[in-house]
C-alpha cells in the first residue's frame, strides 16, 4: 500500500503591472500579461485597475487527479492592480462534493516588473495565505512563489516556483507556455485561439509498508522531487469592450508517484467570465 500527499496549486496567477503610460500598445501588452487578452478597450491613463472574474469547470482534479471524486467546481476572484506594480486578490472556490462545500478563502499579495526596455521579461513574486473551514492540519496555508515570464508576440513561456508552509511543508515548480493564433481581430471584438501546456513538479511524500517477516512490517517515508502531472489546454478567448471570456477543454495527464494506481488520463471542459474596471 502507498500513500502519497497531494498539493492543489489554486490562485497560482502571476500579475504584471507598469508604471509607464506613454503608448497604448504597451498598455496592451501588460493586460496580456495579466489575463491573457491583448485589449480591454481601457485608457492608457488609467494605471489602477479592479478585474473580477467568476470561471466553472464540469470536473474538479487535483494535480492531475479525481481520487475517484465525480465533481465539480466554480471558483470566483477579485483583484486589484496599481500603478505601482503592486497587486492583491482574493479568491475561493467551491466544490459540489465536499462538506462544508466552501472550503477555504485565498489572499494573495505580490509585486511585478517588467526587465529591460523591451519588456518581453517580467518577474512576479507573491505570497499567499489560505484559511481552510476544516479541519486541515496536514494542508500548507501560506505559500511564497516566484515566477519569470518570456512574452513574446504569439508566444509566452513561464517557468514558476513555490515553497507552501504551515502544515505539510513542501516546493513545487512547474514550466508552461502558449501560443497565441489570431481569429477576428477588430475594434470592439477579439477572438484568439490560444493553445498551450503546463509541467508541474512537486516534492511529495511517500509511504510504503515493506515487509520484513510474516508478521512484522516498517513503515517508510521517502520524499521524492518529480513531475505529477502533464497538462495541454485548448482554450478559445473573446474580449469585448471590458469584457472578456473563455471557454476551454484541457486535457491532465497524471505521472504515476511510487506505488500509486490506477492513474488515468482525463479532460474537463470549463469557461470564465470577466469584467475589468480602470480608473
Not at 21 to 40: A, K, Q
Not at 102 to 109: G, M, Q, R, T, V
Not at 250 to 269: M, R, S, Y
Request: net charge negative; hydrophobic share 40%; aromatic share 18%.
Amino acid at each position: 500500500m502507498g500513500k502519497i500527499i497531494f498539493v492543489a496549486f489554486l490562485f497560482s496567477a502571476s500579475f504584471v503591472f507598469s508604471q509607464t503610460d506613454e503608448e497604448e500598445s504597451e498598455l496592451d501588452n501588460i493586460l496580456d500579461e495579466l489575463f491573457g487578452i491583448e485589449s480591454f478597450g481601457v485608457e492608457a491613463k488609467k494605471l489602477s485597475f479592479l478585474y473580477a472574474t467568476f470561471s466553472f469547470s464540469d470536473k474538479a482534479y487535483f494535480a492531475g487527479r479525481d481520487f475517484g471524486v465525480d465533481q465539480y467546481g466554480f471558483t470566483p476572484s477579485l483583484s486589484y492592480m496599481s500603478s505601482n506594480n503592486f497587486f492583491l486578490s482574493i479568491g475561493s472556490a467551491s466544490y459540489s462534493e465536499l462538506d462544508p462545500q466552501w472550503d477555504f478563502i485565498s489572499l494573495s499579495a505580490g509585486y511585478s516588473k517588467f526587465i529591460g526596455k523591451k519588456e518581453k521579461l517580467s518577474l512576479t513574486g507573491v505570497f499567499s495565505r489560505s484559511f481552510f473551514l476544516s479541519n486541515t492540519s496536514d494542508l500548507n496555508p501560506n505559500r511564497i512563489s516566484t515566477s519569470i515570464s518570456l512574452n513574446e508576440k504569439i508566444l509566452k513561456i513561464r517557468v514558476s516556483g513555490g515553497y507552501l508552509f504551515g502544515g505539510s511543508s513542501t516546493f513545487y515548480a512547474s514550466t508552461d507556455a502558449a501560443f497565441r493564433i489570431k481569429l477576428i481581430e477588430d475594434q470592439k471584438f477579439t477572438l484568439d485561439f490560444r493553445p498551450g501546456f503546463n509541467f508541474l513538479f512537486s516534492k511529495q511524500t511517500i509511504s510504503e509498508e515493506n515487509s520484513v517477516s510474516l508478521f512484522n512490517s516498517i513503515a517508510a517515508e521517502t520524499d521524492v522531487f518529480d513531475l505529477i502531472n502533464s497538462q495541454f489546454s485548448f482554450p478559445f478567448e473573446a474580449d469585448y469592450g471590458n469584457w472578456d471570456f473563455q471557454f476551454a477543454y484541457t486535457i491532465n495527464v497524471p505521472k504515476a508517484i511510487g506505488n500509486e494506481t490506477d492513474i488515468n488520463q482525463n479532460g474537463f471542459f470549463s469557461f470564465s467570465i470577466g469584467y475589468l474596471i480602470g480608473f
